[in-house]
């Protein structure tokens, strides 16, 4: 019998192997425009299945227009040739991609179309998509971007210092980022959103090989989307930094009021002052663990993407343009200080927190001591009643000791009164007197040796 080797298999080994070919790049060809949209469609408090539901449904609505079959279960990337255009779909935590391109039949892009590179970005693969599609987008498309890949042969000179005024013209922002990569094509943009509410990046193809104007192109589409994801952390960073300021107000007028609890005298106050005081910083502890729960993923991401777009950079090998500042030098200029406020914030609550449970650890220190200085005061006392008591107890004991002398005398006075009815020559009176001193030193004597057994 033949052994199936398909048994033998881990449940997971199949799509874990296939995941890293899940993603492949798009195979392009100069000229081509592509029209980019990255679709953030879920609460920031809310990620994972749910986004894919999400994302799903959306797709979904896109392909209906079409009457094309939508990807189902767990799908998390899709590529359809629709006719006149093609889209690649990508599904990732928090967010989706919806990347357009031409057919290039159906391409109106051509070498002599873009004579006139002003015209490179007149018709791109949007105009095939659904403007109610579009519409029902409303406030939940992050990047938006158009990428025209013009190849070498173009009769626009895109060499500096002719290229450089080229390009200026292409985007509508004053500081203009460009760089040759992997020795084999130009990337030139302003990273700006234009007047068409796109951004836009011209890739030169200069001989890549094989799928590496694919690869290069979806590295822009990646540093472009990974860099707005990312910079989502910073209106929280900047919405948390006064309410960081605010407990850290009230943490110093708490300490401030711990310091001035003392007497002059070194004496504590009282445990209801301390107590009023612990409560204020168990509510102080409470904020700003809410504070740093509500943000904790959101900085985490930023900080996750901003290390895939240093990635990404790194892959163009970038080489710089005379006079043009590379896409690296953009990023640590103006992303980099965003995520280092984003790394501040977090380092901010971490050392808040920090010392709001030091200022708790001490206060609560302070009340053991204040707690300590009133059980020492209530032994004091109690020391004080015991020997009053004691020493009361004694006078009281001096008054035992001559009542039960007169009633042991009495006893012994009825007795001799007996005897000498039954005929006995006794003195009663005389014999009681002469007893009584004896009587007296045997009962203190007694007394004294039961207070040692007690003792």
């Known amino acids: 019998m033949a052994l ?17 070919h899940s993603r492949p790049s798009l195979r392009l060809n100069a000229p081509e425009v592509l029209t980019h949209i990255a679709v953030f469609a879920h609460n920031q408090g809310r990620i994972g299945g749910d986004n894919l539901h999400v994302q799903l449904q959306i797709l979904s609505e896109f392909c209906g227009y079409f009457g094309v079959a939508s990807p189902g279960g767990d799908a998390k990337y899709f590529f359809h ?35 006139d590179i002003a015209q490179v970005f007149a018709k791109v693969p949007l105009r095939h998509v659904p403007q109610q599609w579009l519409a029902g987008l409303q406030g939940k498309v992050m990047v938006a971007a158009h990428v025209a890949l013009i190849p070498a042969a173009t009769p626009v000179d895109t060499t500096p210092p002719a290229g450089t005024v080229t390009m200026r013209g292409m985007f509508e922002g004053s500081v203009l ?24 990046f ?3 193809d200069q001989g890549f090989l094989d799928q590496q104007a694919g690869r290069t192109v979806q590295r822009i589409l990646e540093i472009e989307t990974y860099r707005m994801i990312a910079l989502l952390g910073l209106p929280q ?25 003392s007497g002059s005298d070194g004496e504590l106050a009282d445990t209801d002052a301390e107590q009023g005081v612990l409560r204020q910083i168990i509510d102080l502890a409470a904020r700003i663990e809410k504070l740093a729960l509500e943000n904790s993923y959101r900085f985490s991401a930023s900080k996750a993407y901003f290390s895939l777009v240093n990635a990404r950079i790194g892959e163009l090998r970038e080489s710089r343009i005379d006079g043009i500042p590379t896409i690296e030098e953009f990023m640590e200029r103006r992303l980099a200080p965003a995520m280092h406020t984003c ?4 380092r901010r609550q971490e050392a808040l927190a920090a010392r709001i449970a030091h200022t708790n650890d001490l206060l609560r220190t302070r009340v053991g001591i204040v707690q300590e ?3 020492r005061k209530i032994l004091q006392s109690l020391n004080a009643r015991a020997a009053q008591q004691l020493r009361l107890q ?10 039960i002398s007169y009633y042991v005398a009495g006893l012994f006075l009825y007795t001799g009164k007996g005897m000498k009815a039954m005929g006995l020559e006794i003195n009663p009176d005389l014999l009681t007197g002469i007893l009584i001193p004896v009587i007296a030193v045997c009962v203190w004597l007694g007394l004294r040796r039961m207070h040692k057994k007690l003792h």
């Open 177 to 200: 980022v460009g760089s040759q990569v992997i020795d084999r094509g130009q990337v030139w943009t302003d990273f700006l959103i234009q007047a068409d509410g796109f951004s836009r």
């Open 4 to 20: 199936n080797y398909t048994d033998i298999n881990h449940p997971l080994r199949i799509p874990l192997a296939a995941e890293v």
């Open 394 to 403: 004694q006078a009281v004991e001096g008054l035992s000791v001559a009542a």
């Open 373 to 375: 200085q009133q059980n």
């Open 237 to 261: 960073a900047q919405a948390a930094a006064p309410v960081l300021n605010a407990i850290e107000n009230e943490l110093v007028q708490i300490t401030s009021t711990m310091t001035l609890a």
């Open 343 to 346: 790394e501040a914030i977090v």
């Open 81 to 115: 040739d629709f006719g006149r255009f093609r889209l690649k779909w990508e599904c990732h935590t928090e967010f989706a991609t919806y990347t357009f391109l031409d057919n290039p039949e159906d391409s109106t892009l051509t070498v002599a179309a873009i004579s």
């Open 202 to 204: 011209i890739v030169k």
